[in-house]
Structure formats: structure tokens, C-alpha cells
């Protein structure tokens, strides 16, 4: 393994060592240049199996924030590496007031109280993604878990800016509520709500609002993956330690940031910095699960949300992946280390059904 490993690193230094162009090479150089290579600090801090499959998969994939704002950007920038979805027993897609949420049912009879329920929001940086971007997760959750997964279609920015995204989880409650036993024969005395990067932000905040507003549903997780809590983040505070990470890096993170809250004044709001929610809030919510990548910009303000929450008397458990990028997630057809990360949240998921 050592010898393997001394092989990838030279051959990635000579790969992308610097060197001296001169103006007649530099314009015939610049398309085959890569365009999201691994920084060399970073490569020895990095789970093997991920830095060889960024060389071969994302390496040369053109990063969002890079491009002129079109809402096509959105059409090409799914995280490779994923594995096919599981075979559920129904697919269904429900209007909500301004979006729609597509739920997953899985094959077998309910149980006699009904359908246990996972809400989940996918992520994206409330830009990108879309209900069926993260399709394998959700039919994870309910083929293994052996619940009703449903997928918030929540409305993106920079054409939704923030609070729409808000309002769209909101609503998703409100209709499960009122609709989900007749409709998907759920029990709304077991719900657990979740997402990942951004829709971990937003399951969180549901949550909170649910308390807030005092919404008859009883919540007994909260299933946060590489979640958002602080959007006053930046290289000069938490995000100093990865601030050379690869596929989410900190320009990539402001852009997302500034897309979704262009006003600065709402970076300190609860509901979009859920790390500054009061801790009357705080104190409220379900038992936590934090899946924290360690060589990811947002691991610090995970690690600090699931702290606040431990402060208040919330009981959560923080696993740390190591090695791991932002993205892994969506790279379980891939990275052993991905896969890892689904089979953790099933075996939560199940542990509170």
C-alpha cells in the first residue's frame, strides 16, 4: 500500500507541479489544464480511494461558481460515483403549494401503526439538485429502514432566494400532517427528518420550526449529513483548517451563500444559521446524528451545532469520517468510505423505528 501510495503522489506532483509558460503555449496549454485538482498539501490528508477516483472522475469537471449564472448549469453537475437506487414498492409524486415532494415506499405491509416516515432534503447548495438527485440515498433509507421515504422538491436560488426553501420545508410538515396517514398510511408519532449539506440545513430548521410553531408531529431524529449551521463561515474562522479541500471549496461555498442570501443582513437568522437558534428551540429537538466529513470546509460548524445541541440536553452523536471529502454521500458506488456513511444513517434510522 505504501509503495501504491508513493507512486500516485509522484506522479500527481509531476502532474500538476507548476511551471513557466510562456504567452505562445499558455492559450494551447489552458484546455487541457485540470480544472479541480487536488492541492498537493491536501493529497496525503485525503482517503486514497477518493483521491484516485477525483484523478480519474472530477478532476476535469468544470466547477459551477466558475460560469455565468444559467439555470442549465444545473443540468450537468451531479456528483458522479453514486449506485443505482433500490427497488421500492411505489413512487409517488405530491403537490405542495409552490413545489412537490416525491415519496418512496417500500415493498411488504406497513406495520399495524402505519408507515414510519424520513423527510429528507437533498443538497446543492440551494442551488442545484433536484428530487431525484439524491435517489439512492432516500430509497436506501426506505428499503433498509423499512419506512416511507419522502424527497422535498424545495424551490432554488438565485431564482428562490432564501426564505422560499424555508417556507417549502415548512409546508412539507404541514402536508404530511394533515395528509400523510390517509394518503402514505404513515405514523406521524414516528417521523425522523434529514438531509444533506444545505438540506441538512434546512432539516434542521424544520425541526426547529416545527417546535416553534408547535406542529402536531412527533419528531424522533434528526439525520444530518455534512449539514450547513453557520453562514458567517469563512477561511478566517472555521473553514481555515480545509480551506484547500477539494470539490467544495470556499469559493464554491460563497457562491452557493451568496446565491441563496444575498442580503448579509440574514446570515445571523436562526432559520438560515441554525447555530444561532435559541436555546429554548435548541433544547426542544429529537435525538441527533451528525455525519461530519474531516476534510470538508463545513466540519468545524457541524461539530459546533451537535455541541450546542449537547449543551441544551439534546442527546447526539457526531461520526467523524476521515479522509473524507465533502461529497462522499453520493459516491457509495464508488468509495467504501460512502458506502459506510448510508449503512450509519440506516442503522440510526432503524434504531429509532
Known amino acids: 500500500m505504501r509503495k501504491k501510495w508513493r507512486r500516485m503522489k509522484n506522479h500527481l506532483f509531476h502532474r500538476h507541479r507548476p511551471v513557466l509558460l510562456t504567452s505562445s503555449i499558455m492559450a494551447e496549454n489552458t484546455a487541457t489544464q485540470p480544472k479541480q485538482p487536488i492541492h498537493l498539501n491536501m493529497i496525503p490528508k485525503l482517503d486514497p480511494e477518493y483521491v484516485a477516483f477525483h484523478n480519474e472522475h472530477l478532476i476535469n469537471l468544470t466547477p459551477p461558481h466558475t460560469l455565468p449564472w444559467d439555470p442549465a448549469i444545473r ?3 451531479a456528483v ?14 405530491f403537490d405542495l403549494p409552490h413545489t412537490k415532494f416525491r415519496a418512496f415506499t417500500p415493498e411488504g405491509q406497513a406495520p399495524s401503526g402505519g408507515w414510519p416516515l424520513f423527510i429528507f432534503f ?3 447548495g440551494w442551488t442545484l439538485g433536484n428530487i431525484g438527485s439524491e435517489t439512492t440515498f432516500t430509497t436506501n433509507m426506505a428499503v433498509r429502514a423499512n419506512c416511507v421515504a419522502i424527497s422535498v422538491d424545495y ?20 402536508w404530511v400532517i394533515e395528509n400523510g396517514p390517509k394518503e402514505l398510511g404513515i405514523d406521524l408519532t414516528k417521523v425522523a427528518i434529514g438531509g444533506s449539506s444545505s438540506g441538512g440545513n434546512l432539516a434542521t430548521i424544520a425541526a426547529l420550526k416545527a417546535v416553534e410553531l408547535k406542529l402536531p408531529i412527533q419528531l424522533v431524529l434528526q439525520l444530518l449529513i455534512v449539514p450547513v449551521t453557520d453562514n458567517t463561515s469563512s477561511i478566517n474562522n472555521s473553514w481555515k483548517e480545509n480551506q484547500l479541500t477539494p470539490w467544495l471549496s470556499p469559493e464554491r461555498m460563497l457562491w452557493f451563500r451568496h446565491n441563496y442570501l444575498p442580503n448579509e443582513a440574514d446570515w445571523t437568522k436562526w432559520d438560515a444559521s441554525p447555530i444561532f437558534a435559541p436555546s429554548d428551540l435548541v433544547a426542544k429537538l429529537p435525538r441527533t446524528w451528525i455525519a461530519v466529513a474531516e476534510r470538508d470546509i463545513l ?6 451545532y451537535g455541541q ?3 449543551d441544551v440536553g439534546v442527546s447526539v452523536e457526531i461520526e467523524i469520517y476521515r479522509g473524507a471529502p465533502h461529497p462522499i454521500m453520493a459516491m457509495d458506488g464508488a468509495l467504501a468510505i460512502g458506502r459506510k ?5 440506516v442503522t440510526t434510522l432503524k434504531s429509532v423505528f
Do not use: F, W
Open 75 to 77: 443540468n450537468g453537475v
Open 308 to 310: 450546542k445541541l449537547k
Open 299 to 304: 466540519n468545524n460548524e457541524g461539530i459546533s
Open 80 to 93: 458522479p460515483g453514486a449506485s443505482e437506487p433500490l427497488k421500492v414498492a411505489k413512487t409517488q409524486d
Open 155 to 174: 424551490r432554488l436560488a438565485p431564482e428562490h432566494p432564501y426564505p422560499a426553501a424555508v417556507d417549502d420545508a415548512v409546508d412539507s410538515l404541514r
Open 341 to 345: 456513511m448510508i449503512t450509519d444513517a
Open 122 to 124: 437533498h443538497g446543492g
